[in-house]
């Protein structure tokens, strides 16, 4: 069933708590899903590709503003047909490898669609802004019926989410028209957190390499004896 058609059913409730309560309930179902893939990578791999998973419902402010700006009335109606992100989940990772790694274990979940994927990592945006960006539909069970309620998922490193983070302050006191002098400098910026996010795997991956074939501990061994 669509949520269209779920809030019709509701009639004697109010439409903006029966959508709030399904969106509400899609972020739970997906929040648990990551977290038992997360632990489950830990039990096979003693690995957590996942740092930190935040969740929000955006603002019936932010909602409003989205539809003006993309010439939408306000209504409950646009607000499920045109805003793809009212519920959001991020994942925050150590590395950019972890990134589409998550992403395929995402899209393989069998109730989880797929509904569209962004890849702002290897195509960012003007701003300098990266993310991974996948819209999916989860159903959610209730007593009489199934609703398919999207969700946006936003795959990060620590890095990005920083960067993100300072943008959307900035950009947030200019209301988008920050100055151009500030807008080259977090370009920069985003330049830095691409290259420091490069280093940090490739040093990641000389480790992993170092303990898998043992040279680091034949290194240390040397060292060990060096100074004895």
């Not at 949520?3 to 439409?15: C, L, P, Q, W």
């Not at 739970?28 to 893939?37: M, R, S």
Request: proline share 2%; hydrophobic share 35%.
């Amino acid at each position: 069933m669509f949520m269209e058609a779920a809030i019709r059913n509701y009639e004697d409730v109010d439409s903006w708590k029966t959508v709030i309560f399904l969106y509400n309930a899609a972020l739970k179902e997906v929040g648990t899903k990551l977290e038992i893939l997360n632990d489950e990578f830990q039990h096979v791999h003693r690995y957590n590709p996942i740092e930190h998973i935040k969740t929000r419902i955006k603002t019936p402010e932010s909602i409003v503003k989205k539809l003006k700006r993309n010439g939408h009335t306000t209504s409950i109606e646009n607000m499920v047909k045109y805003v793809k992100d009212i519920a959001g989940v991020r994942l925050i990772c150590s590395f950019t490898s972890d990134i589409y790694r998550l992403a395929e274990m995402i899209g393989n979940q069998s109730d989880l669609k797929v509904l569209s994927i962004k890849d702002y990592i290897k195509n960012p945006k003007e701003s300098g802004y990266k993310s991974y960006h996948m819209l999916v539909s989860v159903p959610i069970f209730l007593s009489d019926s199934v609703v398919d309620t999207k969700v946006e998922i936003q795959i990060r490193t620590i890095a990005m989410d920083f960067w993100a983070s300072l943008e959307h302050k900035i950009y947030y006191k200019f209301e988008g028209n920050a100055p151009e002098y500030i807008s080259r400098d977090l370009r920069e910026c985003a330049q830095m957190v691409s290259e420091l996010d490069d280093k940090m795997l490739s040093l990641n991956e000389a480790i992993k390499k170092c303990l898998s074939d043992g040279s680091c501990i034949e290194d240390m061994d040397n060292s060990f004896r060096r100074e004895a």
